[in-house]
């Protein structure tokens, strides 16, 4: 294996695949095509992308970045802070599934997820709901990629 695979081990790529196609991730945002990496309607909308923290270790083989996941209202304030907070969670409790399926053609193996911190709600300057919560995500390049 090519000793510069771990750079290639995307933990927001792998996530956000992962949540796009789950069917409780969908049934609780209202649909497909809502799990994305830009803030975007429809709303509610999850953004996943690369959180402030984890650890790359010695970059050799297991990582543990965070991913965040942010989750977006519409801009005239629905849905309300319990409707956030709840679909939030399904979208984190989908994101712990994770490890428990084989990585499909080549993308990284997951092996653990877990939340970093809180789940913080955290709207934008304009009133628009956001929520936030950071998973850390343990993985590796996927041995048998090319």
Same mark, same amino acid.
Do not use: C, F, K, T
């Given at each position: 294996?090519?000793?510069?695979?771990?750079?290639?081990?995307?933990?927001?790529a792998a996530v956000l695949a992962w949540l796009a196609?789950?069917?409780k991730v969908q049934a609780v945002l209202g649909g497909p095509g809502r799990v994305s990496g830009a803030r975007e309607a429809p709303w509610p909308h999850l953004r996943v992308a690369l959180g402030p923290g984890g650890s790359l270790n010695d970059l050799t083989w297991l990582t543990q970045?965070?991913?965040?996941?942010e989750l977006y209202?519409?801009?005239?304030?629905?849905p309300?802070?319990?409707a956030m907070s709840r679909i939030l969670k399904v979208c984190a409790l989908a994101a712990m599934e994770l490890p428990e399926h084989a990585p499909p053609g080549g993308r990284p193996v997951v092996s653990h997820?877990?939340?970093? &911190? %809180? =789940?913080l709600e955290s709207p934008l300057e304009n009133g628009?709901?956001?929520w936030v919560? &950071? %998973? =850390?995500?343990?993985?590796?390049?996927?041995?048998e990629s090319p």
């Open positions: 294996m090519d000793a510069y695979a771990v750079a290639d081990a995307d933990p927001v196609e789950h069917p970045p965070e991913v965040s996941l209202g519409d801009p005239g304030g629905w309300g802070p319990a997820v877990q939340p970093s &911190g %809180l =789940l628009q709901p956001r919560i &950071g %998973l =850390l995500v343990s993985l590796h390049p996927n041995p």
